[in-house]
C-alpha cells in the first residue's frame, strides 16, 4: 500500500495516524500537489492528496474513502463505532474537523497565492474557523474521558489532533488566541501517542 502526500496537510496525517493506530504496513511517497501535481494526476486526476495506492494497482482518493477501507479491513477493531448514535455522534465531528481544515487551507490559499486577498473571504474564513473550534470545544469539554470515544482514540480524535496541529503551524494568530482549553489539552494527549509523533512535517506553506 502506497500513501501519496506531505505530512503537514491535515488531511494526509489523518490518513497516516489511522495507519499507524491500525498497525498498517505503508510506503509513503511525500508528493507536494504543487511540485508533483503532473505525476500525482497519473493516480488523482484531481491532484490531490491523500492519494492511496492499493497492492493490486487500485486508486483510493478521498480521505473519507480511504478511512472507509481502512476501517472495513479493521472489522470489530475499526476506529469508527458501527451504527447508532454513537456513529453518528463521531461523524459529526470529523465532518466539523474536515470541514474546519477545508476552510484553514483555504484561507492559506487566499493569503498566500493571491497578489490582493479579499478581505471579505479572509473574515468569512476566520469566523468560520472560529465558530467551528467553539462548538469542538464545547463538545471536547463534555467528554469526561482522555478521548471522544473512551480510553482509546477513534477517528472523532484524530480528526480534531490532526486539524488543531494544522491551525497551531498555519494560523498561529487564531490558534494564540487560547479560546479553546479543552481542544489544546486534547491536542496533547493526541501528540503524545506515538502514531501522531511518527507522522510529523512542520507546515510548509506553497508558492505561487
Known sequence: MILIGQYDSPFVRRVAVAMHLYGT?????????????????????????PTVVLDDGEVLIESGAIL?????????ARLMPASGPERRAALKICALATGLCD??????????????TSDAWVARCETQIGGVLDVLEAARAAVAGPFWAGGAPGHADVAVGCALRFLSEAHPDIHAIG??????????????????????????????
Open 103 to 116: 476552510k484553514m487551507v483555504s484561507l492559506v490559499y487566499e493569503r498566500i497565492l493571491h497578489e490582493a
Open 25 to 49: 504496513a505503508y510506503e509513503h511517497w511525500p508528493w507536494s500537489t504543487f511540485g508533483d501535481a503532473d505525476r500525482l494526476a497519473a493516480y488523482n486526476p484531481l491532484r490531490r492528496v
Open 68 to 76: 472507509d477501507y481502512l476501517d472495513e479491513r479493521a472489522g470489530p
Open 179 to 208: 479560546r479553546w482549553p479543552a481542544l489544546a489539552a486534547h491536542a496533547g494527549r493526541c501528540e503524545a501517542l506515538p502514531a501522531f509523533s511518527a507522522v510529523v512535517q512542520p507546515f510548509d506553506p506553497p508558492r505561487r
